[in-house]
């Protein structure tokens, strides 16, 4: 079955430390994947998205994302973190012949203190 | 202001009673998505539609209704055959330029007393 998974549901950082989140799916053939956040009392809203080309993405914020496709694995990705980061981050994926259903990871939410 | 707008916010019921919860959208997008998300569990699909008139059971159907007798609006009636209704529960759109971005409401938490 495809499948999103999200290795950490809770991350706790310092300000200006550097900030990875895991997400790994499960499907063999073509997928589209994407981040989405969720800061508190706020809308889910699109930080980044992959569909192909460059496995590189950049999203807004200053949030990127690698997709390797051999590691199943679009990993999300910020140098420096804010206080103003604090939310939960959902990694999510549409698989071809899915007619555009996500399957979402579980969540990761990360706290970020001064 | 385009968007996507549900309601109420809050909603509380006693256990046995349906429940309809309202999405609007004024993006003119065709497609439209419920989910609900419980904590640690990520975002599940309920229901979908297409098209006006059309809809598709998603993951978690069992114990909720929809219709889509507008384009704008996809309301979702939770019955009394959900067995935990108690969730927050959010709807999404997406156009027919870019089918696979989905963008969302603010949610409604619905909890059975």
């Known amino acids: 079955a495809q499948s999103v998974s999200q290795h950490n549901h809770h991350v706790i950082l310092s300000e200006a430390a550097s900030l990875e989140l895991g997400c790994n799916y499960s499907?063999?053939?073509?997928?589209?994947l994407f981040w989405y956040v969720q800061y508190p009392g706020q809308h889910l809203q699109l930080l980044l998205k992959y569909f192909s080309g460059d496995p590189l993405v950049k999203g807004i914020k200053g949030f990127e994302a690698e997709f390797i496709k051999s590691k199943f694995s679009f990993n999300l990705r910020k140098p420096s973190v804010q206080w103003s980061d604090t939310a939960e981050y959902f990694c999510a994926a549409s698989f071809s012949g899915g007619y555009n259903k996500l399957i979402f990871g579980a969540g990761t939410r990360l706290a970020v203190h001064p | 202001d385009g968007g996507i707008t549900q309601s109420p916010k809050y909603l509380f019921r006693k256990e046995g009673q349906n429940v309809t919860l309202s999405c609007e959208q004024n993006l003119n997008h065709d497609a439209m998505y419920w989910y609900r998300q419980d904590p640690g569990q990520g975002l599940r699909l309920i229901y979908y539609?297409?098209?006006?008139?059309?809809?598709q059971k998603g993951d978690i159907a069992e114990g909720y209704s929809v219709s889509r007798e507008k384009k704008e609006s996809f309301p979702l009636t939770v019955t009394s055959a959900q067995k935990n209704p108690t969730a927050f529960y959010l709807c999404?759109?997406?156009?027919?330029?870019?089918?696979?971005?989905?963008?969302f409401g603010p949610g409604t938490r619905l909890t059975v007393l």
């Open positions: 539609s297409q098209i006006v008139n059309d809809f």
């Open positions: 499907y063999g053939g073509t997928v589209n």
């Open positions: 999404a759109s997406t156009s027919q330029e870019d089918t696979d971005t989905q963008y």
